[in-house]
């Protein structure tokens, strides 16, 4: 018998830390090679992770809410690798104590060097192996950090002051300022992963100099298209809604307008093309907003992509999404018309070079067929990066997603 540590694995994209938010397991379960252990969050998704041993747990190293660094120890396994336990060492026989003597003439005390010697035990013996570092996604051992992982309270509230610290005058020292204790009925609550991520992003976003165009459009057709193809046997178990008329629709006025779907890089000052569109869509979650995207969305027709727009919105919803799905997107949709909103200036995805938001569709009075009729109208808001495109790019853009949801008989027979 052997015990090993399992360290956080990597998960890949570049996070280095996660939060363990629940336990699979308990000390002293006998748990299965692959078999879940722990779930924890990363700032862009809950992860599953499977146990790379087939033995019982001795020991876990974190509580739920809890944040670990990469390679930090998770818990530790008593495996059967065919060795045996180690036999404990021998106790150490007592000194026998002199007998008083007569007192001698008294010297002086000599300097006495004391050196603390750990105990060896088998768990610190296989943290020199190679096996102690295995990594989830293969990308290698991490240098563990000196540092204590951060605990988040299980309540997630906060019930004591926070202290920070400010430039004093003069000289540059620091004074220490605390913050004064909460009002009657006032709570604090830390911000989660994703929540915490997305205030991150939006301030690099918020650096960026963006414009935002609006179009009301007369989406009446539309609604009546998605109808019937909800009818229709291909579409039968498919929910076609605006928001994949949409998607659709950005995908086919991006071929007029590629400069778009690009991003602009900050460091060379060049404009980036990918090689595709990988269409983010954002959904608002228990965690907080996400944006999984759909990879090669160009490439999809509109059952295809009513079938990629459920499920990618179902796992994000579900907390599922993978690191991959949350990576890598080139242009967003927001959905802001199912909270009744009418309107919105979106704040860019960061990497990212415009972001449509729908607003909700509403019955109004509209021009229609020059009279006066009740109709189905939406509110589109394009926010663009004004130094990847202009304002001719962008609205052309927006003008032709409203053309194509006008009449998406034409638009979308193609």
């Known amino acids: 018998m052997s015990v090993k540590e399992f360290p956080l694995p990597d998960l890949g994209e570049g996070l280095t830390e996660s939060e363990v938010v629940a336990w699979r397991v308990a000390v002293g379960d006998v748990v299965e090679l ?7 969050e990363t700032a862009k998704a809950l992860v599953e992770v499977p146990s790379p041993f087939a033995g019982t747990v001795r020991e876990l190293f974190a509580e739920p809410g809890e944040t670990l660094d990469v390679g930090a120890p998770l818990l530790a396994f008593e495996v059967d690798d065919g060795e045996p336990e180690p036999e404990a060492a021998p106790p150490v026989p007592e000194q026998a104590v002199p007998e008083a003597s007569a007192p001698t003439e008294a010297k002086p005390e000599e300097p006495v060097t004391v ?9 610190v013996a296989e943290q020199a192996t190679e096996e102690r570092h295995a990594v989830l996604v293969g990308r290698g051992p991490r240098e563990q950090s000196a540092k204590r992982p951060h605990r988040r309270p299980r309540s997630g509230r906060l019930t004591e002051p926070i202290p920070w610290r400010q430039e004093g005058p003069g000289s540059g020292d620091t004074a220490q300022l605390v913050t004064e204790a909460p009002s009657a009925g006032e709570s604090r609550e830390r911000a989660s992963g994703v929540r915490r991520r997305t205030a991150e992003a939006m301030t690099r976003s918020a650096a960026v100099p963006q414009v935002t165009e609006f179009l009301t459009v007369d989406v009446t057709r539309s609604i009546r298209f998605a109808e019937r193809l909800a009818a229709s046997p291909r579409f039968d178990g498919k929910r076609v809604g605006v928001l994949t008329l949409a998607a659709r629709a950005l995908c086919l006025a991006l071929v007029e307008t590629p400069e778009a779907n690009t991003r602009w890089d900050d460091a060379t000052g060049e404009v980036v093309t990918p090689a595709g569109v990988n269409l983010g869509i954002a959904v608002a979650t228990d965690r907080g907003l996400v944006v999984p995207n759909i990879r090669g969305a160009e490439r999809l027709g509109l059952a295809e992509l009513a079938d990629a727009v459920g ?7 579900a907390g599922r999404s993978t690191p991959a799905q949350l990576t890598g997107g080139t242009i967003t949709i927001s959905n802001v018309g199912v909270f009744g909103v009418d309107a919105g200036t979106p704040l860019l995805n960061p990497g990212e070079t415009a972001i449509l938001a729908l ?3 509403v019955r109004r009075p509209w021009e229609f067929r020059g ?9 589109l808001s ?33």
């Open 34 to 40: 692959n078999q879940i252990v722990a779930e924890v």
């Open 371 to 379: 009279e006066v009729r009740l109709r189905q109208v939406m509110t």
């Open 115 to 123: 050196t603390e010697q750990a105990p060896v035990t088998v768990a």
């Open 359 to 361: 607003g909700a569709v």
């Open 382 to 414: 394009l926010t663009f990066d004004h130094r990847a495109i202009d304002g001719e790019e962008g609205s052309r853009l927006l003008r032709d997603i409203g053309a194509a949801l006008k009449d998406p008989d034409v638009a979308f027979a193609c």
């Open 311 to 317: 499920s990618l919105v179902q796992s994000a919803r």
